[in-house]
């Protein structure tokens, strides 16, 4: 017989993690009906019913990603899970993949090329800034890639990636073209089927406001071929997608068990995102961006990203001389209920990643913010100047 272990169950306490205001790098925070939904009663994932929920899922995905491509499922697995799902099934070892790196979720996309035994081509650029497509296109001159990668909203640095001149160069050389849009999709406008992308890959926990679990992806016409075109089988029984297509498609075929609840959850995300209106969603993301960060220069502190290259969703702030990066988010989190980020790899200690993500995405958060961080600043002895709540005001005036 083995050895026992005993426990005391006074040990273990309700869950109680308190109210928190998500406003880093993600999750941002869940809207009620989405929780509410959530919590419906689980039933089994062949269920008549849930099929129709997976249908409908699947509808309000297309939305989202403004696509055709019947293959838009969200795989069961957090954001990085759709990563790996794309490289996964698209790349055999051998194979020449592009990859453009300005950030850690870029260095990711490398590693897992290397391990898939792809032959890596990379195109570096500034952290902090957009990869320059001249550097692409060199890179690509005379050869002929399987698949173009890159990163539209680098979580590490707040750098939006513009992509229509990179997606000319995939279609040049013959690549596919591969996207990550984990933290950007649903916070701006990204239409898959205009811009040429052949697969894409989010997450639900950042501008979805759906809690982390969930990888929605779509995959092109051309991504399907390539797919079922593949020399040797998907090195990932979980996330061959030649298989789970067939449970997610007219055959019911199945794979594994569906996380129910997580797309019930989902699905609730995606119907609250259609009824406010894609336009409506991107201008309320762009509005509460501008007014932070007004706010933060009227401070008299600095962005990381020029301002022509930054995300809405994702504001990365210079930590002023002689600011401990760790002291100010604790006071922020603790005093405040204030969740935001640290930096990343060399950007470690140097920057706050600041979200405004979708149901964290308000006018109240940014004035919430704003306060608590003067307050912070100050008894910390930095030197921050008054008006920036005015300034903050005057863009919502001006709107």
């Known amino acids: 017989m083995g050895v026992l272990i005993n426990i005391d169950i006074n040990d273990f306490r309700d869950i109680n993690p308190g109210e928190r205001v998500l406003m880093g790098p993600g999750p941002s925070n869940v809207p009620a009906r989405v929780l509410q939904a959530m919590s419906a009663p689980c039933i089994g994932h062949l269920d008549p019913y849930f099929l129709s929920v997976m249908d409908e899922t699947q509808r309000l995905l297309r939305f989202l990603f403004q696509t055709e491509n019947p293959f838009t499922i969200p795989v069961s697995g957090t954001g990085s899970a759709g990563m790996e799902t794309c490289f996964v099934n698209l790349i055999e070892p051998g194979e020449e993949v592009v990859v453009c790196i300005n950030g850690i979720f870029g260095t990711r996309m490398a590693d897992i090329v290397r391990r898939l035994g792809g032959q890596l081509i990379r195109v570096d650029g500034e952290w902090g800034r957009a990869i320059d497509p001249e550097a692409v296109r060199k890179a690509v001159k005379g050869r002929s890639p399987k698949l173009l990668a890159v990163v539209h909203a680098e979580t590490s640095t707040g750098v939006c990636q513009p992509l229509e001149d990179i997606a000319i160069i995939a279609r040049e050389v013959g690549a596919l073209f591969l996207v990550d849009m984990v933290t950007s999709l649903g916070g701006m406008e990204l239409a898959v089927d205009s811009l040429g992308i052949d697969a894409a890959y989010s997450g639900t926990q950042k501008c979805i406001s759906c809690p982390p679990g969930l990888a929605p992806i779509s995959f092109s016409s051309g991504a399907m071929?390539?797919?079922?075109?593949?020399?040797?089988?998907?090195?990932?029984?979980?996330?061959?997608?030649?298989?789970?297509?067939?449970?997610?498609?007219?055959?019911?075929?199945?794979?594994?068990?569906?996380?129910?609840?997580?797309?019930?959850?989902?699905?609730?995300?995606?119907?609250?995102?259609?009824?406010?209106?894609?336009?409506?969603?991107?201008?309320?993301?762009?509005?509460?961006?501008?007014?932070?960060?007004?706010?933060?220069?009227?401070?008299?502190?600095?962005?990381?990203?020029?301002?022509?290259?930054?995300?809405?969703?994702?504001?990365?702030?210079?930590?002023?001389?002689?600011?401990?990066?760790?002291?100010?988010?604790?006071?922020?989190?603790?005093?405040?209920?204030?969740?935001?980020?640290?930096?990343?790899?060399?950007?470690?200690?140097?920057?706050?990643?600041?979200?405004?993500?979708?149901?964290?995405?308000?006018?109240?958060?940014?004035?919430?913010?704003?306060s608590a961080l003067e307050t912070v600043l100050k008894a910390e002895g930095a030197n921050i100047k008054d008006g920036y709540l005015e300034a903050a005001s005057a863009v919502y005036m001006e709107t």
């Open 225 to 370: 071929k390539a797919l079922e075109g593949r020399n040797s089988p998907v090195v990932s029984w979980y996330l061959d997608m030649s298989m789970v297509q067939s449970y997610w498609g007219t055959e019911r075929k199945y794979h594994h068990t569906a996380p129910i609840n997580m797309i019930y959850a989902l699905r609730e995300a995606l119907r609250i995102i259609a009824e406010e209106g894609l336009e409506t969603r991107f201008a309320r993301h762009q509005l509460n961006h501008k007014a932070l960060v007004v706010g933060i220069e009227a401070m008299g502190l600095a962005m990381l990203v020029p301002e022509s290259e930054r995300l809405p969703m994702l504001n990365a702030i210079c930590i002023p001389e002689n600011v401990e990066d760790m002291k100010v988010r604790k006071a922020l989190l603790n005093e405040f209920g204030i969740e935001i980020g640290g930096g990343l790899g060399n950007l470690k200690g140097k920057i706050w990643r600041v979200g405004l993500m979708g149901h964290s995405c308000c006018r109240k958060n940014v004035f919430l913010f704003l």
